[in-house]
């Protein structure tokens, strides 16, 4: 396929139409997940125009940054902290319209104001987490859920 993305104008729920079939092209030419977490990230920041779009990984029962694009994040978060590892804990989707009103919010930028997490799973185990952040408040709702959960699964498959 051509390495350009192609996403049209529309509601956020066509953009994702239009996003998804890609994604599943490029994951599916390469096996190696850090190179496909790197171009996922890179898919949903360009398309979206998030603050910040990337992946912690599961390593030695902490997540460590991965690939992402955006500001300088913090590196390292334990299991149960902040909205990644309240995520990887509850093994499911968190997300919170106010960063300010979720008690043990990790403030990496002073900017986001709204958060969606996915856990990442391999064979029933959370190997990652893709978490997004926005400049606005009550950016994420059912629609991106269900999208990116169909993106992490992609990762896995
Ligand atoms: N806000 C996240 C930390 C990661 S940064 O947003 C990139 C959290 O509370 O887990």
Same mark, same amino acid.
């Given at each position: 396929?051509?390495?350009?993305?192609?996403?049209?104008?529309?509601?956020?729920?066509?953009?994702?139409?239009?996003?998804?079939?890609?994604?599943?092209?490029?994951?599916?030419?390469?096996?190696?997940?850090?190179?496909?977490?790197?171009?996922?990230?890179?898919?949903?920041?360009?398309?979206?125009?998030?603050?910040?779009?990337?992946?912690?990984?599961?390593?030695?029962?902490?997540?460590?940054?991965?690939? !992402?694009? =955006?500001?300088? *994040? @913090?590196?390292?978060?334990?299991?149960?902290?902040? #909205?990644?590892?309240?995520?990887? %804990?509850?093994?499911?989707?968190?997300?919170?319209?106010?960063?300010?009103? !979720?008690? =043990?919010?990790? *403030? @990496?930028?002073?900017?986001?104001?709204?958060?969606? #997490?996915?856990?990442?799973?391999? %064979?029933?185990?959370?190997?990652?987490?893709?978490?997004?952040?926005?400049?606005?408040?009550?950016?994420?709702?059912?629609?991106?859920?269900?999208?990116?959960?169909?993106?992490?699964?992609?990762?896995?498959?």
């Amino acid at each position: 396929m051509s390495e350009e993305l192609k996403v049209a104008n529309g509601t956020k729920a066509e953009k994702y139409a239009e996003l998804l079939p890609q994604i599943q092209a490029v994951v599916s030419g390469e096996s190696d997940l850090i190179a496909n977490m790197a171009n996922v990230a890179s898919m949903l920041h360009e398309t979206f125009r998030f603050w910040w779009t990337g992946f912690y990984r599961v390593i030695d029962g902490e997540l460590v940054l991965g690939p !992402f694009q =955006g500001p300088l *994040a @913090c590196t390292r978060i334990a299991k149960g902290k902040g #909205v990644c590892g309240t995520a990887w %804990q509850q093994r499911q989707t968190v997300i919170v319209p106010d960063v300010d009103a !979720f008690p =043990g919010h990790i *403030a @990496c930028s002073s900017l986001s104001r709204s958060e969606i #997490v996915v856990p990442v799973i391999r %064979q029933g185990e959370i190997i990652a987490v893709l978490d997004i952040d926005s400049q606005h408040l009550a950016t994420f709702d059912s629609v991106d859920r269900e999208n990116l959960e169909k993106i992490t699964s992609m990762l896995t498959e």
